[in-house]
């Protein structure tokens, strides 16, 4: 590989372990997992699936938290180090100059993005019910503007772009049904204004089993996608129905660059899969679903958030030229 560039800022402090002796993955686990017990709020079930950026002196991010009524909602968390979270126990409450649109039924899976001057979260946004891709931004973690939902339901995984794309925002989604989606491809659209939505692009399909059956299922994209020389670096879910349910495990991807949704490679082996009882047993067991990453362009560091069996929140790290050097010689492509 010529010498890689990573795009973003400086990152020195972000959470780090180094690859444990012995230790052959190219991805390996934190040793304070779960960071986020279920019961850090004093209502909450389950706090998983969350999205984590720099912010200020330290980290902010927003947080799915299922409390003990089983009601999905979005909370507002700050830390310094990234790893030892206060999260607000009050919900999040987005402001909304349109009242249909923000009208709250549920929220989960939420992932944060800065372009330009603020920072813009997308969600699974229950609207009249229905799953589709939520939007809103803020300059400060306190104050939300809800805008536009994205798309029509049904639709799940929104993740944008940390840049504009021929002009536009840029996003990636996995169209779907109602309930626990048996089937998902991932798509790429673009928005001049966040408000209209097309320039629609299929990017991947599942894999065939005889490929790489964890992948066989459905996939949806993770974390916001890490710009490189070579590519877009993508972090994505995939699942398997096995004999004993779904088993969901996380893989990644190189993107073109200018044409995102054209992928140049895509790993056959899984990163991370459930192995760990946090992430095997729990409300959803064998469950590894990436939503957020922090990384450091100068020392190729990188730091996956994790959502472990639908009930607690895991840390896994690596390398960036690793896994792109991973990616590319276990491409199914």
């Not at 997308?122 to 300059?139: E, L, R, S």
């Not at 958030?305 to 050097?325: H, K, M, N, R, S």
């Amino acid at each position: 590989m010529s010498e890689l560039k990573i795009a973003g800022n400086p990152l020195p402090g972000m959470p780090w372990e180094e690859r444990p002796e012995g230790c052959k993955n190219v991805m390996w686990r934190c040793s304070a997992n779960p960071i986020i017990p279920r019961d850090l709020l004093p209502t909450s079930n389950s706090i998983f699936n969350s999205a984590v950026v720099p912010f200020g002196e330290g980290y902010a991010g927003v947080f799915r938290c299922d409390d003990t009524n089983r009601r999905m909602a979005l909370h507002v968390g700050f830390s310094k180090d990234a790893v030892h979270w206060d999260i607000n126990p009050e919900k999040l409450q987005f402001q909304c100059d349109i009242p249909e649109i923000g009208e709250w039924v549920y929220g989960y899976d939420p992932r944060v993005c800065f372009i330009d001057d603020r920072y813009y979260v997308t969600w699974c946004n229950g609207y009249k019910g229905q799953p589709t891709i939520g939007v809103a931004w803020t300059t400060d973690f306190k104050t939300f503007h809800q805008v536009e939902n994205a798309f029509l339901p049904f639709n799940r995984n929104g993740v944008l772009f940390p840049r504009k794309i021929n002009g536009n925002f840029a996003m990636l989604s996995r169209p779907s049904d109602n309930g626990h989606t048996p089937f998902g491809d991932i798509y790429y659209s673009e928005s001049p204004d966040l408000e209209f939505w097309g320039r629609h692009r299929h990017v991947m399909s599942p894999a065939p089993f005889e490929q790489s059956a964890w992948q066989c299922l459905k996939i949806g994209a993770g974390p916001i996608p890490i710009e490189t020389s070579e590519g877009w670096l993508l972090f994505y879910h995939g699942v398997l129905r096995s004999c004993n349910g779904y088993v969901y495990a996380f893989g990644s991807a190189l993107l073109d660059l200018d044409e995102p949704w054209k992928v140049k490679f895509r790993s056959g082996p899984y990163l991370l899969s459930p192995r760990e009882p946090y992430e095997c047993m729990g409300d959803v067991p064998n469950v590894c679903f990436p939503c957020a990453a922090l990384h450091d362009p100068a020392t190729g560091r990188v730091a996956v958030y994790y959502g472990c069996a639908d009930t607690v929140t895991g840390l896994a790290f690596g390398y960036i030229p690793e896994i792109i050097e991973f990616t590319k010689r276990t491409s199914i492509i």
